[in-house]
C-alpha cells in the first residue's frame, strides 16, 4: 500500500459536467469505494486524494469535483487552474442533456487549461442500461473520437469501469508530461505548474472557494499539495 505522504508526482485532475451526473459518487467509488445514495449537489469544490504507481514512481492525485450549478461559475477559473487532466462526465442512461451540453464543457475547459491535456469522456449511470438509454455508446464513442477523448462508461453505484477510467487517465497524463520532458525540467515555472527536480506540483488556487475535504481524517490538516 502507497502512503498518503510518499509520492514522486503530484497530479491535478478536474471532474466536470452537469449537476446530478454522479461526478461526486464518481470520485468517491474511486477513492474511498463508496457511494452515496442520497448524494447532495456539490458545494462549490470538493476534492480527494488517491495514491498509485506509474513506471516504478509514485503518483498522488489530487481529484477536483466541482458544482455543475450555473451559480458557481466565478470560481471556475480558480477550479481549472494548473489542471493536468480532465474528465467529463455526462449521464448516458437517463439524461441526454447532460450530453448535450458536453461541448459547452468541453470549450470551457479548453479555454482555461493548457492545450491537448488528456481527456476522459465519461459516460455515467450504466447500471440502468436496460432501463431507459438515451445516449448510444457508438454516438459517445464516436463524439470523443472526433474531439480527441478517451472514452468510458462507467457505473458509482456498481463501481464498473471506475478505476479503468481514472487510472488510464493517470497513465495518459504521466506519458504525456514525460513526453514533453516536464517531469524532468529543475525548478522553472510553466504556466501554474511548479515544476521540481523530483515533482510535478500544482498549486491550489489562491482564491476563496467552498470545499469539503473528502478524504482520509488524518489529510485534514495537510495544505492542498504536501
Known amino acids: 500500500m502507497i502512503s498518503e505522504d510518499a509520492y ?8 466536470i ?16 469505494d463508496e457511494f452515496m445514495e442520497d448524494s447532495r449537489s456539490t458545494i462549490g469544490v470538493e476534492f480527494a486524494t488517491k495514491s ?17 450549478q450555473e451559480r458557481y461559475k466565478a470560481i471556475t477559473s480558480a477550479f481549472y487552474r494548473g489542471a493536468v487532466g480532465a474528465l467529463l462526465v455526462y449521464a448516458d442512461i437517463t439524461r441526454k442533456p447532460s450530453f448535450d451540453h458536453v461541448d459547452q464543457w468541453l470549450k470551457e475547459l479548453r479555454e482555461h487549461t493548457e492545450e491537448n491535456i488528456p481527456l476522459v469522456l465519461i459516460g455515467n449511470k450504466l447500471d440502468l442500461s436496460d432501463v431507459n438509454r438515451q445516449v448510444s455508446t457508438e454516438i459517445a464513442r464516436q ?12 457505473s458509482a453505484y456498481d463501481a464498473t469501469n471506475v478505476t479503468d477510467a481514472f487510472e488510464t487517465m493517470f497513465e495518459h497524463v504521466y506519458k504525456e508530461l514525460a513526453k514533453s520532458k516536464l517531469l524532468q525540467k529543475t525548478k522553472e515555472q510553466v504556466n501554474d505548474l511548479a515544476v521540481g527536480t523530483k515533482t510535478v506540483t500544482l498549486r491550489p ?21 504536501q
Open 52 to 68: 498509485l504507481k506509474i513506471d516504478n514512481c509514485f503518483i498522488k492525485a489530487q481529484i477536483w469535483d466541482t458544482s455543475g
Open 17 to 32: 459536467g452537469d449537476s446530478g451526473v454522479g461526478k461526486s459518487n464518481l470520485l468517491l467509488r474511486y477513492t474511498s
Open 143 to 154: 463524439y470523443a473520437t472526433q474531439s480527441n477523448m478517451l472514452f468510458f462508461e462507467t
Open 205 to 225: 488556487p489562491s482564491a476563496t472557494y467552498e470545499y469539503n475535504h473528502r478524504i482520509k481524517k488524518d489529510d485534514h490538516n495537510k495544505g492542498c499539495c
Open 8 to 15: 514522486d508526482y503530484l497530479f491535478k485532475i478536474v471532474i
